[in-house]
């Protein structure tokens, strides 16, 4: 079974600093890897995604990941974080095809918190 | 492009009502959906997956009769809390699978759903 760990719940960084959020997976084959951001009371909001090819995926707000296989890791980084950065993040692995349904499993999520 | 919105934002109810939530995707076709809960400070729970023209599928210790889905067509999937009491208190997100493999999975913003 496929399964995502984010080891961080909580993170806190100055606002300016840089940032990486950590996720490992488990998976079976190549997976579809995604980094979703979540503010209170909000859906989910996709920054990146990695399907195939270049391993080190671009996304929106400035983020980036890489994809890691050797590791099983797919950590998001940002060079410099804003305060509007703050927000729960949640690392995703699938597809799940267990019901047919071509699932996602998503990690724990980590709270992200930026210091002025 | 792949747009999901999910309607209401936020719903009250007295308990022993139902309370319909409805998903659209609105610029794509999308033959499965899902239906996540979330507690607050917690991940998304996959509570069922929503398949156009058959019957959802139920993650295990979901109550298929106390949550009823309904996708009778491809840009629409409706969950229904029947009977709500005070536990069914949450955080409900839907998601589509854009088929278009562009961006995989997209969210719609949520329903706070609160039973009084």
């Known amino acids: 079974a496929q399964s995502v760990t984010q080891p961080d719940i909580h993170i806190t960084v100055s606002e300016g600093a840089s940032l990486e959020l950590r996720c490992n997976y488990s998976?079976?084959?190549?997976?579809?890897l995604f980094w979703y951001v979540q503010s209170p009371g909000q859906g989910l909001q996709l920054l990146l995604k990695?399907?195939?090819?270049?391993?080190l995926v671009q996304g929106i707000k400035g983020f980036e990941a890489e994809f890691k296989r050797s590791q099983s890791s797919f950590n998001l980084r940002k060079p410099s974080v804003h305060w509007s950065d703050a927000a729960e993040y949640f690392c995703a692995v699938g597809p799940d095809s267990t019901g047919g349904g071509n699932k996602l499993t998503f990690g724990t999520g980590t709270q992200l918190k930026v210091e002025l | 492009g792949a747009v999901v919105s999910q309607h209401p934002s936020w719903v009250i109810c007295k308990s022993g009502t139902s309370v319909k939530i409805e998903c659209r995707s609105l610029d794509f076709q999308a033959t499965t959906m899902f239906w996540y809960r979330q507690f607050p400070k917690q991940s998304l729970m996959l509570m069922a997956t929503?398949?156009?023209?058959?019957?959802?599928?139920?993650e295990q210790g979901v109550e298929k009769d106390k949550f009823l889905i309904n996708h009778a067509s491809l840009t629409l999937s409706t969950l229904t809390v029947t009977s709500a009491h005070p536990e069914d208190s949450s955080f409900y997100i839907c998601?589509?699978?854009?088929?278009?493999?562009?961006?995989?999975?997209?969210f719609g913003s949520g329903t706070r759903l609160t039973v009084v």
């Open positions: 998601s589509a699978r854009d088929p278009r493999g562009r961006v995989g999975y997209t």
């Open positions: 998976y079976g084959a190549t997976p579809y």
């Open positions: 929503s398949n156009e023209g058959s019957k959802a599928t139920y």
């Open positions: 990695y399907f195939s090819g270049d391993t």
